[in-house]
């Protein structure tokens, strides 16, 4: 029984965002989509989220107490402006001192991500990234921060999740605006891509030390049928738009069909300093859910997610499947040649001895890709927190500290958290065998699901 060791530099850390724990960020588009009727899954509204605003001091200790290297967070773009590009609130650029300085002080290094989903309600009403000359304010606002906090912070994460959140609000319509337009989709895709390659290029000219990245989401693409043809052609296609156009414009500078007409940039080629990667799903296609996509219909009871019906679910009705991040890493090695951080990696459950097998299990492939010479730098647990899961509301729980909503947002650090930390502490733990880990019921129906 090997020890899987990691090495003595590695990060480990937990990510978060901040309109999904901070609470009562009333001026981004969010707030305001969640006020309508149906929107959020069960009525939910962000409202306090885990009043991490107030209690990120009693958080950060925590983090520090779990042994963690590094957090993820991101800075309310909305704070800072949040009745016009040209109007600073103090009072934010104070308190996101404060948020820096406490994890510095306990030597945990802040990871930070300036768009995570949200934006400044004036700029949604003005198209946000729908409109390329509205990239401007991005970037104003990325300037702003490199010269703002640019001596604390030396991980920036520039975009995170340009393919999830193009898709999921102006394609399948659950994030605000909420449109069902391909079109749209496409052409918000293409502008992430330039706002991240020009935000990296100011960011190294205000801090040239600092390291950059973008944050890429990369499900892994299956045949629902594995001897079909018509599957494999519709998992081909759906990893080329998903997953490979937003990888080659990374590597060429070159937007590809159909998010672009083979527009060339030179500011997005080699826009990167690391690459981050957030993994969770593999998801089966066929023909019938591309076309469904196509025309907005695409829901979780198709099928997506199970091929044959029988996979344990998480509460965000996603499957388990480890194996994909090792071949996440290795692609985004064999392409970009660049470190790479896992800057989320989570499971939603009640079930705290399952996020214990689904943490040991996914930095076992996280090591065996070290083990290959994959220059891996980093994992993130998604999330230190229990939070507002966007459409899901509430509802699920990835946090490795629960949050009781109903009592004053009362933390309790949850068994996988002090599992995790001990594997910090060791940097590393023992390997079980195959059989061992398909040993109990977590572990069988988690090892099931590996081998469909």
């Not at 300085?101 to 949604?124: K, S």
């Not at 991240?196 to 890429?216: F, N």
């Not at 065998?433 to 090892?447: C, I, K, T």
Request: proline residues 4%; positive net charge.
């Amino acid at each position: 029984m090997p020890f899987l060791q990691f090495p003595a530099t590695f990060h480990f850390g937990a990510s978060s965002s901040a309109h999904q724990v901070e609470g009562n960020n009333y001026h981004n588009q969010w707030w305001r989509f969640e006020q309508e009727s149906g929107r959020i899954k069960n009525g939910h509204v962000s409202g306090r989220a885990s009043d991490h605003y107030y209690r990120y001091r009693e958080d950060f200790a925590d983090l520090y107490s779990m042994n963690h290297t590094a957090h993820r967070l991101s800075l309310e773009w909305s704070r800072f402006f949040p009745e016009s590009p040209s109007k600073l609130n103090m009072e934010a650029v104070r308190h996101y001192h404060d948020v820096l300085d406490t994890l510095i002080r306990l030597n945990i290094e802040p990871f930070v991500t300036i768009f995570h989903f949200t934006i400044p309600c004036w700029f949604a009403d003005i198209g946000g990234f729908e409109k390329e000359e509205n990239i401007r304010y991005y970037l104003d606002f990325v300037r702003f921060l490199a010269q703002e906090y640019g001596n604390k912070v030396h991980f920036w994460c520039t975009i995170n999740e340009p393919n999830i959140y193009a898709s999921f609000a102006y394609l399948i319509g659950e994030y605000p605006p909420a449109y069902r337009n391909l079109r749209l989709t496409l052409k918000v895709l293409a502008n992430l891509l330039k706002a991240h390659g020009k935000a990296y290029r100011i960011l190294k000219q205000e801090r040239p030390m600092s390291q950059v990245g973008i944050v890429v989401h990369l499900p892994v693409f299956a045949p629902l049928r594995k001897g079909s043809i018509g599957d494999k052609i519709a998992a081909r296609l759906a990893d080329w738009v998903f997953n490979e156009v937003i990888l080659e414009a990374l590597k060429t500078g070159t937007i590809h069909f159909p998010a672009g007409f083979f527009e060339h940039h030179e500011f997005l080629k080699d826009s990167n300093d690391f690459i981050g990667l957030n993994y969770y799903v593999r998801m089966f296609t066929s023909p019938r859910h591309a076309v469904a996509t196509l025309l907005n219909m695409l829901r979780a009871d198709l099928g997506i997610f199970q091929r044959t019906g029988v996979e344990r679910l998480t509460q965000s009705g996603w499957t388990v499947y480890p194996k994909g991040l090792y071949k996440c890493l290795k692609r985004l090695h064999k392409k970009l040649g660049l470190p790479i951080y896992v800057t989320e990696n989570g499971i939603a459950t009640d079930d705290d001895e399952w996020r214990k097998v689904f943490i040991r299990k996914h930095l076992r492939q996280v090591h065996k890709a070290l083990s290959k010479g994959i220059d891996i730098r980093g994992y993130f647990y998604w999330s230190n927190l229990d939070n507002f899961e966007w459409s899901f509301g509430f509802e699920p729980r990835f946090g490795l500290v629960h949050v009781d909503y109903d009592n004053d947002c009362r933390r309790t650090i949850r068994g996988s958290a002090w599992y995790y930390a001990e594997i910090i502490r060791q940097r590393g733990f023992w390997q079980y065998s195959e059989r061992e880990e398909s040993v109990g019921s977590v572990e069988a129906q988690d090892a099931a699901t590996e081998r469909k």
